[in-house]
């Protein structure tokens, strides 16, 4: 990956000692190593998130083809069609019914004619009675 030899690794380890020392080398190669791992979890992650999101556009390309193979969207746009016409015979059906239930506002036979009883206002009440609530008895009190 960075073509490092072994000689190389040699001269930086020995670096390293002369300018840290031989009590913080082993702490500070443990904190390499795991910034090392950090970094390579990062780069595995960012890589496999790409690699999902790659398979999930080459997925989806394949699906919307195979609708388009199968004429699903011919399908889908004459359920369309059907749905429309069927709405308009339906409000042209409900305007017809309301049509024909709504009474003639002329009518000769009911121009003047009284209600029907049944049809008529109900009578007030004759006298009302205010009715006063019944004394409560009090709550005794126990020493």
Not at 94 to 112: G, L, Y
Not at 121 to 128: F, G, K, Q, V
């Amino acid at each position: 990956m960075f073509d490092i030899g072994f000689f190389e690794l040699v001269v930086v380890a020995v670096v390293a000692l002369l300018v840290l020392g031989p009590e913080r080398l082993p702490h500070a190669v443990r904190m390499a190593g795991a910034f090392m791992g950090k970094a390579r979890r990062m780069m595995m992650n960012v890589r496999d998130e790409f690699e999902r999101e790659v398979q999930l556009s080459e997925m989806q390309q394949r699906i919307k083809e195979q609708l388009e193979k199968a004429g699903l969207e011919d399908a889908r746009k004459a359920l369309e069609d059907t749905k429309k016409s069927i709405e308009e015979t339906h409000s042209i059906l409900a305007q017809d019914v309301a049509a024909r239930s709504a009474p003639p506002a002329d009518d000769p036979d009911t121009r003047h004619s009284e209600p029907s009883p049944e049809n008529a206002a109900p009578a007030a009440p004759a006298e009302t009675f205010a009715i006063e609530p019944e004394p409560q008895p009090e709550p005794s009190k126990r020493p």
